[in-house]
């Protein structure tokens, strides 16, 4: 998936998200920063939310269970490995990926998991820390070899 991929879905969505949080044009205008008369363009296809604009309702409605579906599962990891793509920082541990991940490759406790829905991946360390979050697998078999070469 791509930026441009993301923004595209979460215009298509933005209604329906709305309508979930039971939240008025005004209300949601006023909960992403932008004006009424934006927010009903974009609803009526005529304009986009653009990148910052999709990654604030990611975050901000993130609990949602029509972005949950759409997605699979929680934004935040999706959203990380969009914006921060190629930039490679340190990431907090996580929950091991019980629900939204399956298992792609493992070594010494390592694993590299791909998420069911969005089809990215992640390299969790032998803790269930995120290492590395990215669309392309050979990236992280690349880290993960090197990870487990040093240990």
Known sequence: MTREAFVTRMDHL???VRTEYGLSQE????ALGIS???LVEIEKGRRSLGWTGAAACGCLF???TILANEFGGELTDLLRSLGLDDLHPVYPRTMGGRVWWTDVESRQGWRIQRNIISGHYRLLDEHDGRVLSSFHL????ERLTQEVAVR
Not at 27 to 30: D, N, Q, S
Not at 138 to 141: A, F, G
């Open 14 to 16: 933005l209604k329906l």
């Open 27 to 30: 209300k949601m205008a006023l």
């Open 62 to 64: 993130g609990c949602s």
């Open 138 to 141: 050979e990236e992280l078999q």
């Open 36 to 38: 009424k008369k934006t």
